[in-house]
């Protein structure tokens, strides 16, 4: 199933989530590394500071064990809603703030 994500990001914890999104730590977590690492490269911060991103998740609560291995981690007030087509996404890009984390 497809989603739109927001959420707050963490900003004392963004140097570690770039180490872990970058290093491979969640690149090789089963069966969801890859997308999260896809996703967080394709995230764009909004204007009131929090991130958007879309990703794929077949939990049949979204984002569950994304969450409970790497997102609860990085972000707080998580909010999915489910879309037959992903929508643009605009805003700067979130990547770049973690690179700057680091």
């Given amino acids: 199933m497809k989603y739109t994500v927001i959420a707050q990001p963490i900003p004392e914890n963004l140097s570690r989530f770039y180490v872990a999104l970058s290093d491979g730590t969640i690149a090789k977590q089963e069966p969801d ?3 999260i690492v896809a996703s967080m490269q394709r995230a764009k911060i909004q204007d009131d500071g929090s991130v958007q991103w879309n990703e794929v998740c077949y939990c049949a609560t979204p984002l ?3 969450r409970q291995t ?5 972000f ?5 809603e489910l879309v037959d087509e992903y929508p643009e996404l605009s805003g700067t ?3 770049d703030t973690l690179e700057k984390a680091k």
């Fill in 70 to 74: 790497v997102y609860d981690f990085y």
């Fill in 93 to 95: 890009p979130f990547w």
């Fill in 33 to 35: 590394g890859r997308e």
């Fill in 76 to 80: 707080t007030d998580i909010h999915t």
């Fill in 64 to 66: 569950a064990h994304e």
